[in-house]
């Protein structure tokens, strides 16, 4: 009895959030007429495990059309989130993490990790909702397609190429 009571307090007291982002990207390159369109949704689930660290996984799923080709992308995103400053309102973190993900294009498939440390920002808009975004990378990844070599890369910067935004629902 003891030990459900126990489990029960902490799952009340939980400081779980769930949120995530939605994208979309149009190109029409007027030199190549080339068209694309591309679609992403990221959900996450995290939990704070006190007012510095906290731990999520983001489960993302990506459509990306280039002319006639189509490719859909499958992301799995472990992270522990270490929160360094907060002020007010508003916390600086870095999400420090390992990626996998899996690529279909058409009839070939690509397998890819990584690993990457995101620096962000929160801000608390009230008691339950908080605007998030991370601006920049500083990860390695490697990717591998059936019958081809292996493609790695290594980004380093706080560049507004890698910003994304979202929006959490802390209970």
């Known amino acids: 009895m003891t030990l459900v009571a126990v489990a029960m307090a902490t799952t009340m007291n939980a400081q779980w959030y769930v949120g995530g982002t939605v994208g979309y ?31 999520g996984m983001k489960i993302g799923y990506a459509y990306n059309k280039v002319d006639d080709a189509k490719s859909n992308e499958f992301v799995v995103n472990p992270y522990a989130r270490y929160t360094f400053v907060k002020l007010d309102k508003v916390n600086f973190f870095v999400d420090g993490g390992f990626e996998y993900n899996y690529v279909k ?18 801000v608390n808009l009230n008691e339950k909702i ?13 990717a591998k397609a059936k019958n081809a070599k292996s493609v790695q890369s290594v980004d380093l910067g706080l560049n507004l190429a890698s910003v994304d935004f979202g929006l959490y629902y802390n209970f």
């Open 25 to 55: 990207n149009y190109t029409k390159d007027k030199n190549t007429d080339v068209k694309s369109n591309t679609f992403v949704i990221t959900p996450e689930l995290g939990y704070n495990l006190n007012e510095k660290w906290a731990v």
């Open 105 to 122: 294009v058409e009839d070939d498939s690509a397998n890819g990790f990584g690993i990457s440390f995101k620096p962000g920002v929160a």
């Open 130 to 142: 908080s605007f998030v975004a991370h601006v920049g990378n500083f990860g390695w990844s490697s």
